[in-house]
């Protein structure tokens, strides 16, 4: 089993920026890549970054060049560094862990608004 925690959210104002952690815990040996996706009102749950354990990273074209993901292996935990945001990426961004033998798992989400 693996457990997430994400931390980070809150309200921050358009053109600013945030940093989200995700801490995982329990089996994390199991896990192969991190991912970061989130959910707006009404709107499917998407793709924001994923990054792999020797940390290659894929982003969604919509913040390409605005966010960063990272890991720290030893700390068992993932960031996403967000700048420039926009009111329209105001959301619930979950953590995403994707295991190798037990299917994946989910963080329980942290709201982020933007707004001024």
């Known amino acids: 089993q693996v457990q997430l925690v994400e931390a980070g959210g809150g309200l921050v104002q358009p053109g600013g920026s945030l940093r989200l952690s995700c801490a995982a815990s329990?089996?994390?040996?199991?896990?192969?890549?991190m991912g970061w996706y989130r959910q707006a009102p009404g709107k499917q749950r998407e793709l924001v970054a994923r990054?792999?354990?020797?940390?290659?990273?894929n982003y969604a074209d919509s913040v390409k060049g605005r966010c960063t993901s990272s890991r720290e292996n030893a700390k068992n935990t993932v960031y996403l560094e967000m700048h420039s945001l926009k009111p329209e990426e105001k959301a619930v961004y979950y953590c995403?862990?994707?295991?190798?033998?037990?299917?994946?798992?989910w963080g329980q989400g942290t709201q982020v608004t933007v707004s001024s």
């Open positions: 995403k862990a994707e295991t190798m033998a037990w299917g994946n798992y």
């Open positions: 990054i792999t354990k020797s940390g290659r990273t």
């Open positions: 329990g089996s994390t040996f199991n896990i192969n890549v």
